[in-house]
């Protein structure tokens, strides 16, 4: 608990001295985000570092019942927290793909109403407002952050292909290709908002369908990788005399590396075969 109070307070400390460097508070709506990198907070870093550790020492130990090795297999939860950050970073993407879309449906109603693609973003901006009701979503931060770089002076044009390098979605990427392509041509701009967010929209509803068909596989493959390591962690309190030939001599540890080895691959395959990409 200390530990964690000392934490907190230094946390708390580097984001007032960050505050502190402007004479005026930033909001989030003022605040770039490069959506491709998620930095985790230092209480984030310590706890996945901590729980993966912990999960890889007991797992060293029921395998070997060695601390050497269960210390060195602990030392792998330091990479960890890179893993959370890559979820959390595609979660974040998701949902910032998901409101885009929510996004150009407003645009749409706008240019069709016979308004200009500029007060269409900033009609937009009211309409998001309406639809979501935290103000410091995603996409009503980065529309606020367009209508005013648009109303110093920047093209349309700059002001999307800036976003699209920071959301960094193939989605967004090839609105903004064809958006750009048919604002110089001349091209039929209500027809290409609709047509990107219907498209944005068919795939999103394709993946949660998905993501429902295979949520129960999800959890079987969960409860199959978990019971190996429970068969051995009860052998191992209840017949100790039984499974003490896998952990003495050489022959022993040779066949519960290769056992472990095994169920890793089969984990990685399981999670290789349900990422499916749409």
């Known amino acids: 608990m200390f530990v964690w109070g000392l934490l907190s307070l230094l946390e708390r400390t580097r984001k007032s001295k960050q505050g502190d460097i402007s004479q005026f508070k930033v909001s989030r709506a003022e605040t770039v985000i490069?959506?491709?990198?998620?930095?985790?907070?230092?209480?984030e870093r310590v706890m996945a570092v901590v729980v993966a550790s912990g999960s890889l020492?007991?797992?060293?130990?029921?395998?070997?019942?060695?601390?050497?090795?269960?210390?060195?297999?602990?030392a792998l939860g330091l990479f960890y927290p890179k893993w959370i950050s890559r979820k959390k970073m595609i979660k974040r993407k998701a949902e910032l793909n998901d409101q885009f879309r929510q996004a150009l449906f407003s645009l749409s109603s706008s240019l069709t109403a016979g308004k200009s693609v500029e007060s269409g973003l900033a009609e937009a901006v009211n309409d998001l407002k309406t639809l979501y009701s935290n103000p410091n979503t995603y996409i009503i931060a980065e529309f606020d952050r367009m209508n005013?770089?648009?109303?110093n002076g920047e093209t349309i044009e700059a002001v999307l292909r800036e976003f699209d390098e920071r959301a960094d979605l193939e989605d967004i990427h090839n609105f903004v290709d064809v958006f750009?392509?048919?604002?110089r041509s001349g091209g039929n701009l209500i027809e290409v908002v609709r047509r990107t967010a219907n498209i944005?929209?068919?795939?999103?509803?394709?993946?949660?369908?998905?993501?429902?068909?295979i949520a129960q596989k999800k959890f079987e493959s969960a409860i199959l990788s978990a019971a190996p390591l429970a068969v051995i962690g009860l052998l191992t309190i209840s017949s100790p005399d039984y499974m003490a030939p896998l952990y003495s001599g050489l022959t022993?540890?040779?066949?519960?590396?290769?056992?472990?080895?095994?169920?890793?691959?089969?984990?990685?395959l399981v999670k290789k075969i349900m990422d499916i990409k749409v």
């Open 34 to 43: 490069d959506y491709s990198v998620y930095r985790l907070s230092v209480q």
């Open 180 to 183: 750009v392509t048919c604002k």
């Open 252 to 268: 022993g540890p040779l066949i519960m590396t290769l056992c472990l080895v095994l169920l890793l691959g089969c984990h990685w």
């Open 148 to 151: 005013r770089k648009i109303q």
């Open 57 to 74: 020492y007991a797992v060293g130990y029921l395998f070997y019942k060695q601390p050497l090795i269960s210390l060195i297999m602990a």
């Open 200 to 213: 944005i929209g068919e795939k999103i509803e394709i993946q949660q369908e998905i993501a429902v068909l």
